[in-house]
């Protein structure tokens, strides 16, 4: 008969016989193996897998079972970590148990894929879990916990054997960090890491192979480019260690670095080298976070950052496995960290040993992965050199450019010496002495242009300061050094060519070649230098003053660049350097040349032209530098020798003035002043005078005061200018100093006038006065802000307070003020005498203020006096008034009488006459009883009619 076994059986065929049987198997713990049937019979003979006792070999029918059918495995899916499973039948078996049905299973366990991590120490035995673990569910199982001592770890350069759980040496080729992770390749963004952004249209981080990038953002406006990582520290002294480069606007965009949320690292915006920065981490759980910013303004260079390695320690107390060194890199047997191949040397492959050398006829640049072949040198390859200058003549010498890496055996060859060579003619600036025929700076106060033959003196109103002339590149000066860092340098740095210094040649990537030229400025200088380029869009021409980045044009040509703003006297470097920031196949053709320098105001330096002074300032002949006009004076034009001292009631409040402005009416100040006189006192004429000394503050301003629309915050001061910083500053928290200050919505102050006027009030002079301020921040349209201030006297108002009145018109600012010290100063006519009561002959005399008042200070009341009394009737005045009313009526009553007794004593008198020339005529007197004043005129011609009646009766 012919058995089939399966592969697994035997393997547990193997295990039956070494195996110690511990009691019965469980029907998981054993399978069958049938002999083929015969008459519906066969053999079965059972086999553990598990040390126990299976049942014994026995006779069995041909009915299906399920050790009848052999499983067959699909390929594993990695990402689900699962494969199919299906079943075929291997014997002769009929009836019975059906063919199973297909299903999904785990794959095998990788031990590749084993983890392990450690426990809590045990107090009681010193010692610590060992758990191994596969990261996903697999079919098998981890090799058994294991304990080991509470202090185990594995250091820098070793790695956890698995297998024995001892700790054992990198090879040669390969570090470690003690337990941790190191991330020197970027196929893919590594399992731990997200990355994310914010922002339109923007990009997150990807994985380049050599590096990680912050993402395309050159198109984009405000965006954030975010990369992190949390980690969990379990070790003391942990760090995490990364080396990046940047590229793109160095005021406002750049990487930073986050621990935690806090930013340890600030913003870099241009970093041509790869710098490596390392930072603690302490035990516990961490976030790590990389963010590239970058803003809406300016798009510059490659807009983006670049992350090269990223070393994390202390994750864990043993590194699984060593890592391979990266291609370009070696190392010895427990190593920590890789080296880079040095010049010359190569190493092809990840986990070199060592690095090769080079063939002679070839070379290599500091981490390489291969050699390059050497091609013929030519006369590029080669520099001239020059001995010093004696008696006008000098020797020229050749000398091969380091690093070398033209094949010298073919091409040209070195020249010889040249001995007796004219010297170089002398730089602007500079003349040459007829005795020892040297080049020496132009004594102060003269100049020579390079076209002249010796040095000149300025005329007054010009300035000749001394400056660093290169123009002539035939050896190095002293100010100047240059060098070359990074791996792939083609030469040591920028390199001399006579009428011009280069930035080198054959730089392969990832290299500053770098110009500094070190200057001390005794005066004020500006600066300026022609240069030519010939780049390619990974490389660029950075130029730095006292390690400040200023742009320059990248577009290839010849370009001038002048600075705009004077540097301060002092120590300052200047630095060029052409920054390649990807690998160059080939020696490439990028490159800068520097084609001349002046930089003006340099200690021992020679001046290279006469400049005339602008207006606001001046200088005598001879003159190194213009001065700048002092406050206090000025230049109306350019050209002065001296400046100006402005007449009285004029000003000139800052340097470097082209004109004096009047001072404000109500204000004065002498001849040559910088301000005018503004104090609390205001006289419009000889009998007013106004004192507003009690409203002025020097520690805080009048305000907030807002305008109709609550937009903008006014502050107001009164004749002072001095106040603390929180009322009225500029952008950069400093006090502004101004009588009125207006905050814009933006938090920012503006000035409203520095300087004032007093005027009267033209409706009433004597019940207030008008403050103007002017000469403030100039307005959109040209002209000067000024305020206006009405103060208006009201004694019961107090101090007072501004209030918002109106904008009109425009940049104009009116303001209502009602204060007590609005009100003049008290004199005699703003006071009458209060009488008091008549005691023992005498009364006590006071004086008190006229009502409504309208004086404030100056005189006040005299002190309280006696006067003897005098008797006096004193009536109200409608008592008077009454009186006269009755006196006018009684006088107009007495005239009448009088008039009627004339009247009456006339008539009677006139009876007397007609009785005695009528004898015996009876006379009437009753008419004149009772007649009135309006009718004493007929009176006599009644009396005569009646008489002439009578008379004619009796006849």
């Not at 990389?290 to 202390?314: L, M, N, P, Q």
């Not at 004109?659 to 100040?669: R, V």
């Not at 500029?730 to 207006?742: S, T």
Request: hydrophobic residues 30%; proline residues 6%; negative net charge.
């Amino acid at each position: 008969m012919k058995i089939c076994l399966p592969a697994l059986a035997l393997l547990f065929l193997i295990c039956a016989h070494t195996c110690v049987a511990t009691g019965e198997c469980a029907a998981d713990q054993y399978f069958a193996v049938y002999t083929p049937c015969a008459n519906n019979q066969r053999n079965a003979t059972y086999y553990t897998t598990a040390p126990c006792n299976p049942p014994p070999s026995a006779t069995v029918n041909c009915e299906c079972t399920r050790y009848d059918y052999t499983a067959q495995f699909g390929e594993c899916q990695v990402a689900t970590h699962t494969r199919s499973k299906t079943y075929t039948k291997s014997t002769d078996c009929h009836d019975g148990m059906s063919l199973p049905a297909a299903e999904t299973v785990p794959c095998n366990c990788d031990p590749q894929d084993l983890k392990f991590t450690f426990g809590l120490c045990d107090g009681e035995t010193g010692t610590r879990q060992l758990v191994y673990y596969y990261p996903y569910v697999c079919s098998g199982s981890p090799p058994p916990v294991r304990h080991v001592p509470c202090d185990f770890h594995c250091e820098p350069g070793t790695h956890l054997d698995m297998a024995t759980g001892t700790c054992q040496s990198c090879s040669a080729g390969e570090f470690s960090l003690g337990g941790g992770v190191a991330h020197t390749e970027w196929p893919r963004i590594p399992e731990g890491f997200t990355t994310r952004c914010t922002g339109t249209g923007c990009s997150p981080w990807v994985a380049s192979g050599t590096m990680l990038t912050s993402g395309n953002q050159t198109t984009t406006g405000t965006v954030k480019s975010i990369l992190e990582t949390s980690v969990q520290v379990i070790a003391a002294g942990s760090f995490v260690r990364f080396s990046f480069t940047v590229d793109a606007e160095a005021c406002c965009d750049g990487l930073s670095f986050y621990v935690d949320g806090t930013r340890v690292m600030k913003r870099h915006g241009v970093e041509t080298r790869w710098v490596e920065k390392q930072f603690p981490l302490t035990i516990g759980a961490h976030n790590l976070t990389w963010v590239y910013e970058k803003d809406y303004a300016i798009s510059r260079g490659e807009d983006a950052a670049f992350i090269r390695t990223v070393h994390i320690s202390g994750l864990n107390y043993a590194d699984k496995e060593c890592t391979k060194c990266p291609p370009g890199s070696s190392s010895g047997e427990r190593s920590a960290t890789c080296t880079k191949c040095p010049r010359n040397t190569h190493a092809a492959t990840a986990g070199s040993p060592t690095c090769e050398p080079c063939p002679a006829d070839a070379y290599s640049y500091t981490g390489s992965l291969t050699c390059t072949a050497r091609v013929p040198c030519t006369e590029d390859d080669y520099e001239a050199l020059y001995d010093p200058c004696i008696g006008g003549r000098r020797r020229e010498y050749f000398q091969w450019m380091e690093p070398m890496i033209c094949n010298n055996a073919s091409g040209v060859r070195l020249p010889a010496p040249r001995p007796d060579q004219p010297c170089a003619p002398c730089n602007p600036g500079f003349e040459r002495s007829a005795g020892d025929q040297m080049c020496h700076a132009c004594p102060a106060g003269q100049y020579r242009a390079g076209n002249m033959a010796v040095c000149g003196v300025c005329a007054a109103g010009h300035e000749a300061p001394p400056a660093l002339s290169l123009q002539y590149f035939d050896h190095w000066d002293p100010h100047v050094a240059t060098g070359c860092d990074g791996d792939m340098c083609g030469t040591s740095g920028w390199r001399l060519r006579d009428s011009f210094i280069d930035s080198g040649k054959a730089h392969r990537g990832m290299v500053d070649s770098w110009l500094t030229v070190t200057v001390d400025l005794t005066v004020h200088g500006h600066y300026e230098f022609r240069y030519h380029l010939e780049l390619q869009r990974s490389t660029r021409l950075l130029f730095y003053v006292d390690g400040h980045p200023r742009y320059l044009s990248q577009s290839s040509g010849m370009h001038n660049y002048r600075s705009y703003q004077a540097l301060d006297p002092g120590h300052h470097v200047f630095k060029w350097v052409l920054s390649k920031t990807q690998y160059q196949e080939g020696e490439g053709t990028d490159q800068a040349q520097l084609h001349g320098l002046v930089v003006r105001g340099v200690q021992n330096g020679g001046a290279v032209d006469c400049s005339i002074c602008p207006a606001g300032e001046a200088a005598p002949e001879g003159s190194i530098e213009c001065s700048v006009c002092s406050p206090g004076t000025h230049t109306a034009t350019e050209g002065m020798a001296q400046c100006m001292t402005c007449p009285n009631n004029t000003f000139a409040d800052m340097p470097h003035a082209h004109e004096c402005l009047a001072c404000g009416a109500g204000t004065t100040t002498p001849a040559g002043s910088g301000d005018c006189g503004y104090g609390c006192v205001f006289q419009p004429d000889a009998t007013t005078r106004y004192d507003l000394s009690a409203l002025s503050r020097d520690d805080e301003m009048y305000g907030p005061v807002y305008d109709a629309d609550d937009a903008h915050k006014y502050y107001l001061n009164i004749c002072s200018k001095r106040h603390l910083n929180h009322s009225c500053h500029d952008d950069q928290g400093r006090p502004i100093p101004a009588f009125a200050c207006q905050i814009t919505y933006h938090g920012n102050g503006m000035d409203l006038g520095n300087q004032m006027a007093y005027l009267p009030l033209t409706s009433d002079p004597r019940g207030g006065l008008h403050i103007q301020y002017f000469h403030g921040t100039e307005c959109a349209h040209g002209v000067n802000r000024i305020t206006n201030v009405t103060m208006l006297c009201d004694h019961d108002a107090g101090a007072g307070f501004p209030v918002w009145e109106s904008e009109s018109p425009r940049c104009v600012y009116n303001f209502l003020w009602r204060s007590m010290y609005a009100c003049r100063e008290c004199r005699d006519e703003d006071f009458t005498i209060s009488p008091g009561a008549c005691v023992a002959s005498k009364r006590k005399m006071t004086e008190v203020f006229r009502e409504p008042r309208m004086c404030h200070g100056g005189r006040g009341p005299k002190p309280v006096w006696e006067e003897a009394c005098v008797m006096e009737v004193h009536f109200p005045f409608w008592v008077l008034i009454i009186v006269g009313v009755v006196f006018l009526a009684v006088a107009v009553i007495i005239i009448f009488l009088v008039k009627k007794t004339r009247s009456l004593k006339y008539n009677f008198q006139k009876l007397q006459d007609m009785s005695t020339s009528f004898a015996g005529a009876e006379m009437t007197t009753t008419a004149c009883v009772d007649g009135d004043l309006e009718g004493a005129g007929d009176y006599e011609m009644r009396a005569m009619g009646s008489i002439n009646d009578d008379a004619h009766d009796r006849v």
